[in-house]
């Protein structure tokens, strides 16, 4: 299957360095004598572009005499296995690649859910103004995949819990400030 996906950044040593611990000698402690298996998902997330249009209340524009109105862009990613939004600042670079579907994870979210979580994070992003009515519209969509490599800890056995960690392969930072 061909997908859409951020191109992977991390090697595989690197990863099994941070599932081991790395540095911190209670993890190491914890996890790091344990058999560490590793393999690599891509996570479906969705780059919306949105466009926001101001509009003044009628006694502003009234008064201003004010016809036309002022619009926005603004980048927005939304992890659609979790429907948690992020701004992105930056145009993304991505690449086509070939892959399995059973390294796939896809959304169990609708796209209305995850196009309407993105417009609210977008409306907390920009500052209302006082007068000002905000609409928020999407423009452009497309389903994108983030690489993570999957760390589980000791053997799969059916009937327990398995302990695994994701450690994000593309180099992307995703930061909630809200």
Excluded at 2 to 12: L, N, T, W
């Amino acid at each position: 299957m061909k997908i859409e996906c951020f191109p992977v950044k991390m090697k595989e040593e690197e990863a099994l360095k941070i599932a081991g611990g790395g540095k911190n000698p209670i993890i190491r402690a914890l996890f790091g004598r344990k058999k560490i298996n590793l393999r690599i998902m891509y996570l479906e997330s969705r780059y919306i572009t949105y466009e926001m249009t101001y509009k003044d209340n009628i006694i502003v524009r009234t008064i201003k005499k004010k016809k036309d109105e002022d619009r926005q862009k603004i980048r927005v990613m939304v992890e659609a296995t979790t429907c948690s939004a992020s701004y992105v600042e930056d145009d993304i670079a991505t690449e086509v690649k070939e892959v399995e579907e059973n390294d796939i994870q896809p959304t169990y979210y609708e796209d209305k859910r995850l196009t309407d979580c993105g417009a609210i994070m977008a409306g907390r992003m920009v500052r209302r103004h006082v007068g000002r009515n905000l609409a928020i519209k999407p423009v452009e969509e497309r389903k994108v995949y983030r690489p993570f490599y999957i760390a589980i800890y000791g053997d799969m056995v059916e009937g327990t819990k398995a302990r695994y960690m994701p450690i994000a392969a593309d180099g992307n930072v995703v930061c909630r400030n809200f």
